[in-house]
C-alpha cells in the first residue's frame, strides 16, 4: 500500500506553552464572582491560532499534561485551524493554569504554571523536521523563564543556528517577541534583562514594546530601543495607542495605531504579531506589515477572548488601500 504524501510544510511553527485560562464573563473583581469561563491562552499559540485565521498554515509545538485542560487546549486549538500534531502529552506533568482578575487598574493574571508539561521542553525538539520545513518559527521570551530545558531550547533555536530569511542564510526565518514577564524570571531583572537581550539579538524578527524595552534596559524611545537591538535586522518596536515602528538596516517606518474602544487589553501584542507576520508572510512592505499588525489588534482589544476573530483578508484588504491621511482620519472603532 502506497504510503501518504508528506503534510505540506507549515508557514509558520510557534513555540512555548499554553495554558487554561479561568476568567469571569463581566468587569467585576474575580473574587466577587461565583462562577468563571474556561478558556485558552498562552503568547505562542495566540499567534498561531491568528494566523491560521488570516490564511496560513500555522503549527503549535509543545507539551500538555495528560488532564481535561490540557485536552480542552489540543481540540481548541484543532478547530481553530491549528496543526497540533507534534505536541505530546506528559503523563507526569500538568497543564498550566492562570486566572483573569479585573478591576480599575486593569486585568491582573495570577499564573500556576510552575513544573507544567511545557516546562519540561528542551533542546531535543529544535531537532524536529517540523521546525526545520517551516518557512518561519517564532518563540518568545515567556518561554525562556519557564524551566533551565527551556532556556536552552530557545538557546538552540536561536543562538546556535544560521540566520533564517531575513538574515540572508538559508533556513526558516526566526522571530522573538520579548514579552517580558517579570513574575516568571526567579533570578532578578538583572538576569531578565541580560538573557532576553542576547536572545533578541539572535532573532530575524524582534517584536518588543517601547514601555517594556524601558523597564529591562533604560531605552526611553523606540530609536533608542532599536539601536540596541541593532543586531537583529528588523526590529518592531510597539507604543500602545500612539503606534508601532519597524527598523529593517536603517531605514525607519512608523504606523500610527487605530483608534479602538478597548475592551479588555490582554491578547492584543500577541495579535499585533501575528498580523505584522502575516505580512511578512505574503511578502507586504513595511507600512502594510504595521497596518496589518494594528487591524489584528484592534481585533483582540475589542475582546475579552485572549483570540479574537480575525479580519477578513477582503476586510484587511481595504485598509491597507488608504493613504496615509486616510489612515490616520479613520474613527474609533
Not at 125 to 138: K, Y
Not at 198 to 223: C, Q, Y
Not at 243 to 271: I, N
Request: hydrophobic content about 45%.
Amino acid at each position: 500500500m502506497p504510503s501518504a504524501p508528506p503534510s505540506p510544510a507549515a508557514d509558520v511553527v510557534c513555540v512555548g506553552e499554553t495554558m487554561a485560562v479561568l476568567g469571569p464573563s463581566d468587569d467585576r473583581p474575580l473574587a466577587e464572582q461565583e462562577s468563571v469561563r474556561l478558556g485558552t491562552g498562552g503568547a505562542e499559540s495566540n499567534v498561531a491560532c491568528a494566523l491560521a485565521g488570516l490564511g496560513h498554515r500555522a503549527a503549535w509545538l509543545s507539551r500538555l499534561g495528560d488532564d481535561p485542560f490540557g485536552r480542552r487546549i489540543r481540540a481548541e486549538l484543532a478547530a481553530r485551524g491549528v496543526d497540533v500534531d507534534a505536541v505530546r502529552t506528559d503523563p507526569d506533568r500538568p497543564t498550566g493554569v492562570y486566572f483573569k482578575d479585573p478591576g480599575r487598574a486593569g486585568t491582573r493574571t495570577h499564573y500556576y504554571r510552575r513544573g507544567s508539561a511545557a516546562a519540561g521542553m528542551g533542546p531535543e525538539l529544535a531537532r524536529l523536521p517540523l521546525l526545520r520545513r517551516a518557512r518561519l518559527v517564532h518563540l518568545s521570551g515567556i518561554t525562556a523563564a519557564l524551566s533551565e530545558s527551556c532556556g536552552l531550547l530557545l538557546d538552540a533555536l536561536l543562538l546556535d543556528r544560521h540566520p533564517g530569511a531575513e538574515g540572508g542564510a538559508a533556513g526558516p526565518a526566526v522571530s522573538f517577541d520579548v514579552n517580558h514577564r517579570p513574575a516568571l524570571w526567579r533570578d532578578g531583572p538583572a538576569r531578565a534583562a541580560d538573557r532576553l537581550l542576547a536572545l533578541a539579538r539572535a532573532a530575524d524578527l524582534v517584536f518588543v514594546g517601547r514601555d517594556e524595552a524601558e523597564a529591562l534596559w533604560g531605552t526611553e524611545h523606540a530609536d533608542d530601543a532599536a539601536a540596541l537591538l541593532a543586531p537583529a535586522p528588523v526590529v518592531v518596536v510597539k507604543d500602545a495607542e500612539y503606534g508601532a515602528t519597524a527598523y529593517v538596516r536603517g531605514t525607519r517606518t512608523f504606523v500610527p495605531s487605530l483608534p479602538t474602544r478597548v475592551v479588555e487589553p490582554v491578547g492584543a501584542g500577541d495579535a499585533f504579531a501575528a498580523g505584522y507576520l502575516s505580512g511578512f508572510l505574503d511578502g507586504r512592505d513595511e507600512r502594510a506589515r504595521l497596518r496589518l499588525g494594528h487591524l489584528a489588534a484592534g481585533a483582540a482589544l475589542r475582546t475579552v477572548d485572549d483570540v479574537p476573530v480575525m479580519p477578513t483578508r477582503e476586510e484587511n484588504g481595504r485598509f491597507l488601500t488608504l493613504d496615509d491621511a486616510a489612515w490616520a482620519a479613520l474613527p474609533p472603532r
